[in-house]
């Protein structure tokens, strides 16, 4: 079966730096990659996400890129602010979803 | 459009006993999966219903089992509760087809004593 790891188990940066949270997969037959965002005490909120077709995708502060070859993909925070902070989830997704097991990102005021 | 719903939001049971949790998925979504989450495992697929047929199931024991109905809300039991079934469970909805996007409900907070 798939199985997706995050290189981080937490991250930390000041307010206004970059955060790049990197995960990878295994199954080359995964076709979808979408990132959620948990808040504590809340559910997994999609942030964005992105298909094997596509290279790169990007909304506003967000942006994901896929590197199929190495099997890997990126989630990149630009401009980051204290509201960031939470647990990141990556998925890879063909029959079913696979989920990393999370990276705690703290934003430094 | 309301999200997923959960309920109830927290749940304190005893060992050996049992527990059925429920989600509403968002409106016109046919897809219903449940995940549990824990701390030490992160999210971990349990199964998921697809116009009232488990269409794919994880590798979770035959104590977790669920249901899907015609309006395509979802239950999910447990039962002979263990110490370990303690977790989040997290319903998501999505339209059913390949590639979708899935939203989470908040999850129902599972305490065993």
């Known amino acids: 079966g798939e199985s997706v790891g995050l290189h981080l188990p937490t991250l930390s940066v000041q307010e206004g730096d970059s955060a790049v949270i990197k995960c990878t997969y295994s199954?080359?037959?995964?076709?979808?990659f979408p990132w959620y965002k948990q808040e504590l005490g809340k559910g997994p909120q999609l942030i964005i996400d992105?298909?094997?077709?596509?290279g790169e995708k990007k909304d506003q502060r967000i942006a994901v890129t896929l590197n199929k070859t190495a099997k890997h993909f990126s989630l990149h925070i630009t401009e980051t602010q204290p509201e960031d902070s939470a647990v990141y989830f990556c998925?890879?997704?063909?029959?079913?979803?696979?989920f990393g097991t999370g990276t705690s990102l703290t934003v430094i005021p | 459009k309301a999200g997923v719903t959960q309920t109830p939001r927290y749940l304190i049971k005893t060992r050996g006993q049992q527990v059925t949790l429920s989600c509403s998925p968002i409106?016109?979504?046919?897809?219903v999966s449940w995940y549990q989450q824990t701390p030490g495992q992160g999210l971990q697929f349990l199964f998921e219903?697809?116009?009232?047929?488990?269409?794919n199931k994880g590798n979770f024991p035959g104590r977790f089992s669920g249901r899907q109905f015609s309006n395509s809300r979802s239950e999910m039991n447990v039962s002979t509760l263990e110490l370990g079934d303690s977790a989040l469970y997290l319903c998501?909805?999505?339209?059913?087809?390949?590639?979708?996007?899935?939203?989470f409900g908040p999850g129902t907070r599972l305490t065993v004593t």
């Open positions: 998501a909805s999505s339209l059913g087809y390949r590639l979708d996007e899935q939203y």
């Open positions: 409106s016109g979504h046919r897809s």
């Open positions: 199954d080359s037959a995964s076709n979808y």
């Open positions: 998925a890879a997704s063909g029959n079913q979803f696979y």
């Open positions: 219903y697809f116009s009232e047929t488990q269409r």
């Open positions: 992105i298909r094997s077709n596509v």
